[in-house]
């Protein structure tokens, strides 16, 4: 058994061709024992859709079981993938072989490897259309690959999703340890089908968050509430420092080894120009997963992070240390972390009402 499927590998040909990773492989759909991967992570875990749009679905096969789009790397399979794994496990534990993956795995990111999957699906729905044997989808050769990117992407999608695309798949072959093809050749094929991408593929561009929402923001929220409070902190930080919400917001259960809690390592004091700062420690972002000084300068406006802090610390005084920094206190006397949702739907209200272009996360 190994790896993705529940699949029994003992039908792998352990013959010298074998080992050469050139089996005649048939899976079989037995499964009688747990996946050997299925222990991960739980905040790294996904669960899959019970309803699968029509454009996502591809037929059942066993190399490809229902997972989701994220997982679809560690437990969609091909032969020679297979067959690797089978050989390694003659040296190996196969405890240890199938660890090596999942390492890899967990070093991208859940919400990028979401984005991935849909170079992966999609390159599946292609070969099942032409009917390419599942032995020639891994290690993909480069004629197959550019085809794919000139029938599927050419004229319908920017060049941005088809970087995308191309990203799942090469991590695709990382995760199997396999080599990847993706040459000049395939590199010009994915520059002409960019081209042909028509305008209504691409997203336009965002509007900024400008100094006119902060004061929509300072003078229409009650700064003497628990959640207008944090509401108001949450944005002044994200502009003055130029944070991702995923940053400064709680989007699943809160975690203190990935968002910043109330007792996390802060500091303050004067610049030699006399000016205030002040610093908190993230302990992941996205460009730093190891962590992070969030930092600014006191912009001495009515609209400064400084402000906003001090407020929000003296508002909700009584929070938990191990709560989530921007926690605020509920009505009913609870305490709860400032999500996403909350802060992106109470600033559109007022700047709807202040006549503001409403805006999404991605514009801080």
């Not at 992570?41 to 454009?55: A, D, M, T």
């Not at 072989?97 to 292609?126: C, D, H, I, M």
């Not at 920017?158 to 695709?172: I, K, P, Q, Y």
């Amino acid at each position: 058994m190994f790896l993705g499927t529940g699949l029994n590998t003992s039908c792998v040909d352990s013959s010298p061709a074998g080992t050469c990773l050139q089996s005649s492989y048939t899976p079989s759909t037995t499964a009688n024992h747990a996946h050997i991967c299925a222990q991960l992570h739980p905040s790294r875990s996904v669960v899959p859709k019970k309803f699968i749009q029509h454009s996502s679905r591809i037929p059942h096969s066993p190399l490809h079981p229902h997972v989701s789009s994220p997982d679809c790397f560690l437990h969609w399979m091909t032969p020679w993938g297979l067959a690797r794994l089978h050989q390694l496990s003659q040296f190996l534990p196969r405890d240890i072989v199938a660890w090596e993956s999942v390492v890899l795995f967990q070093a991208v990111k859940p919400n990028t490897l979401s984005n991935y999957g849909a170079g992966l699906l999609r390159f599946t729905q292609f070969c099942d259309h032409f009917n390419i044997k599942e032995a020639l989808r891994m290690p993909a050769p480069e004629w197959l690959l550019s085809h794919f990117i000139t029938t599927r992407g050419a004229g319908s999608i920017s060049s941005g999703s088809l970087r995308t695309w191309l990203l799942g798949l090469e991590l695709w072959h990382t995760v199997n340890c396999m080599p990847w093809n993706g040459a000049r050749h395939l590199k010009l094929e994915k520059q002409g089908a960019g081209s042909q991408a028509p305008l209504a593929a691409c997203c336009p561009k965002c509007s900024p968050v400008t100094l006119a929402h902060l004061r929509a923001l300072r003078a229409n929220l009650n700064l003497n509430d628990t959640c207008d409070a944090a509401v108001f902190v949450t944005a002044t930080i994200s502009f003055w420092c130029q944070c991702r919400l995923s940053e400064v917001c709680v989007d699943n259960p809160f975690d203190p080894i990935i968002n910043p809690a109330w007792s996390t390592p802060q500091k303050s004091g004067k610049t030699a120009s006399n000016i205030a700062f002040h610093t908190f420690w993230a302990p992941q972002t996205k460009t730093k997963p190891n962590g992070e000084f969030i930092m600014w300068t006191d912009s001495q406006c009515s609209c400064s992070s400084e402000s906003g802090l001090s407020n929000h610390l003296k508002i909700n005084c009584h929070v938990p240390p191990s709560a989530h920094l921007f926690t605020f206190e509920t009505e009913s006397g609870s305490y709860a972390p400032m999500k996403r949702h909350w802060f992106v739907s109470r600033c559109n209200k007022i700047w709807s009402n202040s006549g503001l272009e409403m805006l999404t996360g991605h514009y801080f």
